[in-house]
Protein backbone atom coordinates (compact mmCIF):
# COMPACT_ATOMS: atom_id res chain seq x y z
CA UNK A 1 0.00 0.00 0.00
CA UNK A 2 0.83 3.90 -0.67
CA UNK A 3 0.44 6.46 1.87
CA UNK A 4 -0.17 9.72 -0.19
CA UNK A 5 -0.58 13.15 1.80
CA UNK A 6 -0.45 16.75 0.35
CA UNK A 7 0.15 19.92 1.67
CA UNK A 8 0.63 23.36 0.37
CA UNK A 9 -2.55 24.35 -0.48
CA UNK A 10 -4.46 27.44 0.42
CA UNK A 11 -5.57 31.48 -0.51
CA UNK A 12 -3.81 32.95 -3.03
CA UNK A 13 -4.54 36.08 -5.20
CA UNK A 14 -4.84 35.93 -9.05
CA UNK A 15 -1.98 35.70 -10.83
CA UNK A 16 0.24 34.69 -7.44
CA UNK A 17 1.66 31.28 -7.01
CA UNK A 18 1.77 28.13 -4.77
CA UNK A 19 3.69 24.88 -4.23
CA UNK A 20 1.85 21.75 -3.34
CA UNK A 21 4.07 18.53 -2.53
CA UNK A 22 2.74 15.27 -1.93
CA UNK A 23 4.61 12.76 0.63
CA UNK A 24 4.44 9.15 -0.40
CA UNK A 25 5.01 6.17 1.95
CA UNK A 26 4.70 2.70 2.38
CA UNK A 27 6.47 1.77 -0.82
CA UNK A 28 8.45 3.60 -2.74
CA UNK A 29 7.18 5.44 -6.09
CA UNK A 30 10.31 5.79 -7.71
CA UNK A 31 9.78 3.47 -10.66
CA UNK A 32 6.33 4.58 -11.14
CA UNK A 33 4.47 7.66 -12.79
CA UNK A 34 2.62 10.02 -10.70
CA UNK A 35 0.11 12.50 -11.46
CA UNK A 36 -1.82 15.53 -9.38
CA UNK A 37 -5.54 15.67 -10.02
CA UNK A 38 -7.99 18.83 -9.11
CA UNK A 39 -11.77 18.25 -8.46
CA UNK A 40 -13.93 21.66 -8.46
CA UNK A 41 -17.76 21.49 -7.04
CA UNK A 42 -19.92 19.97 -9.22
CA UNK A 43 -17.32 19.15 -11.76
CA UNK A 44 -15.51 16.12 -12.10
CA UNK A 45 -12.36 15.08 -10.89
CA UNK A 46 -9.43 15.35 -13.72
CA UNK A 47 -5.96 15.31 -14.71
CA UNK A 48 -3.85 18.26 -13.98
CA UNK A 49 -0.42 17.01 -14.40
CA UNK A 50 1.44 13.91 -14.90
CA UNK A 51 5.21 12.38 -14.18
CA UNK A 52 6.95 9.78 -15.29
CA UNK A 53 9.50 7.43 -12.90
CA UNK A 54 12.70 9.37 -13.82
CA UNK A 55 10.55 12.77 -14.29
CA UNK A 56 12.08 12.95 -17.75
CA UNK A 57 8.62 12.58 -19.01
CA UNK A 58 5.61 15.26 -18.48
CA UNK A 59 2.41 15.80 -19.41
CA UNK A 60 -0.05 18.62 -18.33
CA UNK A 61 -3.59 19.58 -18.91
CA UNK A 62 -4.14 22.29 -21.68
CA UNK A 63 -5.53 24.94 -19.21
CA UNK A 64 -2.51 24.67 -17.25
CA UNK A 65 0.10 24.68 -19.52
CA UNK A 66 3.28 27.27 -18.99
CA UNK A 67 1.76 28.07 -15.70
CA UNK A 68 2.22 24.84 -14.01
CA UNK A 69 5.67 22.44 -13.24
CA UNK A 70 5.19 19.08 -12.34
CA UNK A 71 8.63 17.33 -10.32
CA UNK A 72 9.54 14.62 -8.10
CA UNK A 73 12.25 13.71 -5.89
CA UNK A 74 12.72 10.09 -6.04
CA UNK A 75 15.04 9.91 -3.12
CA UNK A 76 12.70 11.95 -0.81
CA UNK A 77 9.46 9.78 -2.15
CA UNK A 78 8.02 12.84 -3.06
CA UNK A 79 6.36 15.11 -5.89
CA UNK A 80 5.45 18.47 -6.34
CA UNK A 81 3.38 20.57 -8.19
CA UNK A 82 4.41 24.90 -8.60
CA UNK A 83 1.44 26.41 -9.86
CA UNK A 84 2.22 29.73 -11.41
CA UNK A 85 -0.12 32.69 -12.77
CA UNK A 86 -2.98 31.50 -10.92
CA UNK A 87 -6.59 32.13 -11.78
CA UNK A 88 -9.71 32.02 -10.06
CA UNK A 89 -10.81 28.96 -12.47
CA UNK A 90 -7.81 27.03 -10.72
CA UNK A 91 -9.74 26.97 -7.41
CA UNK A 92 -10.46 22.95 -6.70
CA UNK A 93 -9.37 20.62 -3.99
CA UNK A 94 -5.93 19.11 -5.75
CA UNK A 95 -4.71 15.32 -4.84
CA UNK A 96 -1.91 13.50 -5.30
CA UNK A 97 -2.12 10.36 -6.85
CA UNK A 98 -0.31 6.99 -8.12
CA UNK A 99 1.01 4.82 -9.29
CA UNK A 100 -0.34 5.70 -12.88
CA UNK A 101 -0.32 3.17 -15.50
CA UNK A 102 1.32 5.98 -17.75
CA UNK A 103 2.24 9.54 -17.30
CA UNK A 104 1.01 10.30 -20.75
CA UNK A 105 -2.70 8.75 -20.00
CA UNK A 106 -5.26 10.20 -17.79
CA UNK A 107 -6.08 7.09 -15.97
CA UNK A 108 -5.73 7.65 -12.27
CA UNK A 109 -3.82 5.29 -10.01
CA UNK A 110 -5.17 2.90 -6.89
CA UNK A 111 -4.07 5.36 -4.41
CA UNK A 112 -5.07 8.82 -3.43
CA UNK A 113 -4.27 11.25 -0.88
CA UNK A 114 -6.56 13.07 1.15
CA UNK A 115 -6.49 16.63 -0.93
CA UNK A 116 -5.50 19.91 -0.21
CA UNK A 117 -8.16 23.11 -1.07
CA UNK A 118 -6.59 25.75 -3.25
CA UNK A 119 -8.71 28.84 -3.57
CA UNK A 120 -7.43 31.35 -6.43
CA UNK A 121 -9.29 34.87 -5.76
CA UNK A 122 -9.83 37.39 -8.43
Known amino acids: QVQLVESGGGLVQAGGSLRLSCAAS????????MGWFRQAPGKERDLVAAIGPGGELTSYADSVKGRFIISRNNIKNSVSLQMNSLKPEDTAVYYC???????????????WGQGTQVTVSS
Open 97 to 111: NGPMVSAIASTPGAY
Open 26 to 33: GRSISLYP
